[in-house]
């Protein structure tokens, strides 16, 4: 699924990502978790191919970049963040914004085929957003604009979908809300990769946690092996218990 090795990312004299090696296999869902500045959307970006690596080698679905053609690629991955968020037009009515996802473009400049059309509403049927279909993207609430994203990166049924901080901004009832319907969109062939600060956020379909810490990994692999008190301290120097309640980690700061 993602093979990135021995990777290093050095940009005006700053070595920002430091000897990375990252390998997340069909079947598991991972997070990415680390704390401000650490190097999380870098490596994000180096996924799809909007950055390259100083050195080392970066393998997605199959293709090694650098050596293929990365819009290729991009079609099978559904990415979702509040850069690109900001990329789009306020004005532009919420089921245009979703059916947009079907291309990976920011807008249409054409008409939109009634096909398109269809299944872009039955994405907003599904994250339960049906009723702002007509509605332009700026009247939106934060939550509902969170879950409309997210609706845009399914439209094209990505094997690989990577959410940059989706619940960022967002209070308890809205974030609950929309990490139930990343669970429901889950399934068992498509990948996710979900990044972080909130250690809280890691509901039971995620497998797997990485956590970086001033651009290196320090630890990866199965959640329960990774989220202790231990690793937590080293990635954000915070002395911390875990507790497991319902399969997600939850801490008590000390
Ligand atoms: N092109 C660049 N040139 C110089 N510095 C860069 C560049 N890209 C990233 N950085 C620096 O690399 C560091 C890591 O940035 P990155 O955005 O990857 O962190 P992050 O973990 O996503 O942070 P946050 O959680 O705050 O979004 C930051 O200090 C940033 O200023």
Not at 5 to 34: C, M, P, Y
Not at 67 to 79: A, H, P, W
Not at 138 to 151: D, F, I, P
Request: proline share 4%; hydrophobic share 40%; glycine share 8%.
């Amino acid at each position: 699924m993602i093979h990135m090795t021995d990777i290093h990312f050095i940009r005006e004299q700053r070595h920002i990502l430091h000897d990375v090696s990252f390998h997340a296999n069909k079947g598991e869902n991972w997070v990415l978790l680390g704390k401000n500045g650490s190097g999380k959307t870098t490596l994000l970006e180096m996924m799809t191919g909007y950055q390259f690596p100083s050195r080392g080698k970066v393998e997605v679905l199959g293709n090694r970049y650098g050596q293929c053609d990365v819009r290729e690629v991009r079609k099978k991955i559904g990415y979702n963040s509040q850069s690109l968020f900001e990329k789009l037009n306020l004005a532009d009515t919420v089921w245009e914004v979703v059916a947009t996802g079907e291309y990976a473009y920011l807008r249409f400049y054409q008409e939109i085929p009634e096909d398109v059309k269809r299944k872009a509403y039955g994405m907003l049927d599904k994250i339960g957003l049906p009723h702002v279909a007509g509605q332009p993207l700026g009247t939106l609430s934060q939550g509902e604009r969170k879950k409309v994203m997210l609706a845009r990166s399914m439209m094209l049924q990505p094997q690989l979908l990577i959410l940059d901080e989706p619940c960022s901004g967002l209070d308890l009832y809205e974030r609950e809300k929309l990490l139930t319907s990343i669970q429901d969109f889950s399934d068992q062939e498509m990948t996710i990769l979900y990044v972080t600060h909130h250690i809280e956020e890691i509901i039971p379909i995620f497998t797997h946690v990485a956590l970086i810490e001033q651009g290196r990994i320090i630890a990866a692999g199965p959640k329960e092996e990774v989220l202790t008190p231990e690793h937590l301290y080293s990635a954000f120097q915070v002395p911390l218990e875990v507790e497991w309640f319902c399969n997600r980690p939850w801490i008590k700061v000390l």
